[in-house]
């Protein structure tokens, strides 16, 4: 009775959830689900949509909503205590969820339905779940659904280890450096990295591989050998090619394993490769028509990298005496001076504007204005004292409610990403509306010397990015659990919202808002936000053809690689095609690359750019309808919240953005947004 992760009637007993509460809780809930199961496919229970809800979707979501709050303390509080009791529950949760989604029982059930007594959104969930259930070994028989069910349990296990392995070689790593080594360091990052040293009782400055040292240390250390060191390290990580000392974190056999058991899960189902399992629930059609998509637009973008490449190459040599190629840990470097001289400012001048109050409450400001909603603090159990929570209400009414976690610490994943705490439901148990709850999480750095934390436009873009998703699931006016917010939406479409909130960090008239210089508290002039847009498009070509390398080698590596044969020579076949400009041979980003090996982007990470072109011509409806100086239409706002934001995944994307464009997506918006301009095509 005393068990928090029992306690589930509100929002998760955060600050009461310990390890020793894992184990017997999931017996419980474990146990309560599977009487649900047994009791909904009874030959006598009937194949009644709202019934079977009640009945089994109740208690498989209290178990998803305690298993789900573990999971996330994990990803960002990992302790060995937690990592040991997460790692024990694991092979018993993934076990299952993969028989219940292999139930041939549930399945018949599901088919039984008559469709004709279900509104929209129930037909839309219904065909979701038939489709789930043959994607999840519901039609496999005997030793074949035995191998399937074995196969998700050691997925489940081997990428949590590359997860685990990812975290652990990024937290292990230490560099001690004297301040002398960090000429041209920011100021604030210095003084971060001394006091990270003094928490150690060390002198001098204490370098990591997490973003906030990370990054800054790479686009303004003066010292190329230190530059050189921190690139090698951050690159090498999770490898083959890491210190002996750091070996033990090597993703290599992870990699090959995973590689092999998605693919034979594949020929179990009837396909010829786990791509072709992946782009089932997608918009794309086929891993095909993804790598034509990507070369199409590889081909587009090259040119732009190659002048982007000659530019630097260029700088590099007359201004800075650098000739001949240029070191991979050169470039930041090189770039952000290049930069600097082309544009007259530098992402350090732009960051003492960026404070993070100041930040949440401009993008509070534009969201409150945009979808006519009022974002309030509340209340709320949390893993961490930099935690905050916050409700959203319209008219008085409660839409939903978020936890925000922005700062990077240890124990902590690296990234940014938005996950679900539950989702909106006309509840089948007690009628009563559930509201749904998020989680935004960032990596950004801490203040120093009492100051608010700074922000770079990076930082601040991230923000955006992570609350679209949040709004995507938030906003949903749609009442069925398994199609409301983001559930349902083909995950190609999925990163829509989130990219669609990023062009807001380039209006004036929205950044005006939230800016405040971190010691005069002054606005961000107008003169420098001036010449942050003429630097928007800066290198645009260079990070296309990057996104779509790593695109291209998550497709390919998915559809066309031999699991037996090493995976490098694919990646460098897949660089000498898109890339113009080679890492060295050591680089092993793949051995980090948790989206496909640790998280939902396996065949799946093309969905940036494919999403890309429907936010950008979703912006473009803005662009076409703002206010004389620049404001956005409240009106294409009210359109576009309720033609996608609140139908969820209630019908198809496709159908969504239609309703609101009134048209298909056409690839002219993204070329012209980041500055490739081309005329008569269209994609996606």
Known sequence: MNNPLLELSGLPLFDRIAPEHVAPALD???????????????????PDWKAMSKALDVSTERLGMAWGAVSHLNSVADSPELRAAYNAALPRVTEFWTRLGSDERLYAKYKAIDAAGLNAEQKQAQTNALRAFVLGGAELQGPAKARYAAIQERLAEITQKFSENTLDATDSFALYVDQDQLQGVPADVVQATRDAAQKEGKDGCRLSLKMPVYLPVMQF??????????????????????????????????????????????????????????????????????????????????????????DLR?????????????????????????????????????????????????????????????????????????????????EGQLVGQFYLDPPARAGKRGGAWMDDVRGRWQRPDTGLLQTPVAHLVCNFAEGVNGQPALLTHDDVITLFHEFGHGLHHM????????????????????????????????EWSVLRHMTAHVETGAPLPRALFDKMLAAKNFQSGLQTLRQIEFS???????????????????????????????????????????HIFA??????????????????????????????????????????????????????????FKAFRGREPSLDALLRHQGMVATGTSAA
């Open 552 to 594: 291209l080698f998550d497709m390919r590596v998915h559809a066309q690689h031999d699991p037996a044969q090493d995976f490098m020579p694919l990646l460098q076949q897949v660089r000498d095609e898109v890339a113009v400009m080679q890492p060295p041979r050591f680089n092993r980003m793949v051995h980090t690359f948790s």
């Open 314 to 394: 260029a700088f590099a040599a007359q201004e800075m005496g650098l000739h001949g190629p240029l070191n991979a840990w050169d470039v930041p470097y090189v770039s952000e001076k290049l930069k600097e001289a082309r544009y007259s400012f530098s992402e350090q001048e732009v960051k003492q504007y960026f404070t993070a109050p100041k930040v949440l409450a401009g993008l509070f400001k534009i969201i409150e204005t945009l979808f006519e909603v009022q974002i309030r603090a509340d209340q709320a159990p949390v893993w961490h004292p930099a935690v905050s929570f916050y409700r959203i209400e319209r």
């Open 28 to 46: 419980a809930l474990l146990s309560e689900a599977e009487q649900a199961l047994d009791k909904v496919t009874a030959d006598a229970f009937p």
């Open 599 to 656: 998280g939902g982007y396996a065949a799946g990470y093309y969905s940036y750019k494919w999403a890309e072109v429907l936010s950008a011509d979703a912006y473009a409806a803005f662009e076409e309808t703002a206010a004389e100086d620049g404001s956005p239409s409240l009106e294409t706002g009210r359109r576009y919240r309720q033609a996608i934001l609140e139908a969820g995944g209630s019908r198809p994307a496709l159908d969504s």
């Open 221 to 310: 250390a003066d010292s190329a050998a230190l530059r050189e060191q921190l690139y090698t390290a951050h690159v090498t990580r999770a490898s083959d090619q890491a210190p002996e000392t750091a070996r033990q974190f090597d993703n290599s056999p992870l990699i090959q394993e995973i590689l092999a058991l998605r693919q034979e899960e594949a020929h179990l189902l009837g396909f010829d490769n786990y791509a072709q399992v992946s782009v089932v629930p997608k918009m794309a059609e086929s891993p095909e028509k993804v790598i034509g998509f990507l070369r199409d637009l590889a081909a587009k973008a090259r040119p732009f990298a190659q002048q982007d490449l000659a």
């Open 475 to 506: 906003l949903t006016q749609v009442n069925e659990r398994d199609v409301s917010g983001i559930s349902g939406v083909e995950w190609d479409a999925v990163e829509l919202p989130s990219q669609f909130m990023e062009n807001f960090c380039w």
